[in-house]
């Protein structure tokens, strides 16, 4: 199995699906989905893939049929999300017909996603409310970043931060989605996805060197700590 970086957020749901479809060109055809995308090494074909979203995290047998019988055959699933492909020749037949239909199915993930979100912020907000807070211990801002006593939590508020635009991305996409589809614009199966992916890994990098940062800070601390003999009498 070759392994890939995911490009785009799995809820960007056309841009997946033109991703897979661009991975089967090279030769490199889906085969299941986790922290890595996996692919079967194997001869470029053009393929269509089709991602369905279930209220829970199974999809049943009928819905598996549904799509078989009009030429999709079933490969795989990500928590919500169902991966379909069909060769381009065979002209599978479209589930979907009505957009405005389709958004129904997208209901339950964005109450999820909105759920979560809002744990998020609570959390991150509470988080960066108390390392803020270290910024005026004894009312010496100054005094505290000059000592370096900040600096650490600084960039936990930054990771915080980073994790509320994460959930409140997902939010909006699903939300934007639901909203072309209820005006009858269907998904766009073949949606650029390359400079949402270049733009998500710029983001993804900076805030991992920014965790990394951060857990190498308190190592350098003890590192660079003096020890001082207590004075025998």
Same mark, same amino acid.
């Given at each position: 199995?070759?392994?890939?970086?995911?490009?785009?957020?799995?809820?960007?749901?056309?841009?997946? =699906?033109?991703?897979?479809?661009?991975?089967?060109?090279? /030769?490199? $055809?889906? $085969?299941?989905?986790?922290?890595?995308? @996996?692919?079967?090494?194997?001869? *470029?074909?053009?393929?269509?893939?089709?991602? =369905?979203?279930?209220?829970?995290?199974?999809?049943? #047998? #009928?819905?598996?049929?549904?799509?078989? #019988? +009009?030429?999709?055959?079933?490969?795989?699933?990500? %928590?919500?999300?169902?991966?379909?492909?069909? *060769?381009? =020749?065979?002209?599978?037949?479209?589930?979907?017909? #009505?957009?405005?239909?389709?958004?129904?199915?997208?209901?339950?993930? +964005?109450?999820?996603?909105?759920? +979560?979100?809002?744990?998020?912020?609570?959390?991150?907000?509470?988080?960066? /409310?108390? +390392?803020?807070?270290?910024?005026?211990?004894?009312?010496?801002?100054?005094?505290?970043?000059?000592? /370096?006593?900040?600096?650490?939590?600084?960039?936990?508020?930054?990771?915080?931060?980073?994790?509320?635009?994460?959930?409140? @991305? /997902?939010?909006?996409?699903?939300?934007?989605?639901?909203?072309?589809?209820?005006? %009858?614009?269907?998904?766009?199966? $073949?949606?650029?996805?390359?400079?949402?992916?270049?733009?998500?890994?710029?983001?993804?990098?900076?805030?991992?060197?920014?965790?990394?940062?951060?857990?190498?800070?308190?190592?350098?601390?003890?590192?660079?700590?003096?020890?001082?003999?207590?004075?025998? =009498?």
């Amino acid at each position: 199995l070759v392994r890939k970086i995911r490009p785009v957020d799995f809820w960007r749901i056309g841009e997946q =699906e033109s991703w897979l479809s661009d991975m089967a060109k090279e /030769g490199l $055809h889906f $085969h299941s989905m986790g922290t890595f995308a @996996r692919f079967i090494k194997g001869e *470029p074909k053009e393929m269509e893939y089709r991602i =369905e979203v279930t209220s829970t995290k199974d999809i049943s #047998d #009928d819905q598996i049929m549904m799509y078989e #019988d +009009n030429g999709w055959e079933y490969i795989s699933s990500f %928590g919500q999300f169902h991966v379909f492909s069909s *060769p381009k =020749e065979r002209n599978a037949v479209e589930i979907h017909t #009505d957009p405005a239909e389709q958004s129904f199915t997208l209901q339950t993930l +964005n109450k999820r996603l909105r759920f +979560n979100a809002i744990v998020v912020i609570l959390l991150s907000t509470l988080t960066i /409310g108390l +390392n803020t807070s270290i910024w005026f211990l004894d009312n010496t801002p100054i005094l505290q970043l000059v000592k /370096g006593n900040v600096i650490h939590s600084t960039i936990i508020s930054l990771i915080m931060l980073y994790n509320i635009y994460l959930s409140s @991305r /997902g939010v909006l996409a699903i939300l934007a989605l639901q909203k072309k589809l209820k005006h %009858g614009i269907p998904i766009d199966h $073949h949606a650029p996805w390359k400079k949402g992916f270049h733009r998500s890994a710029i983001i993804n990098v900076a805030f991992i060197t920014i965790a990394l940062f951060s857990v190498y800070l308190p190592f350098k601390s003890i590192i660079v700590m003096d020890t001082i003999t207590l004075p025998v =009498e």
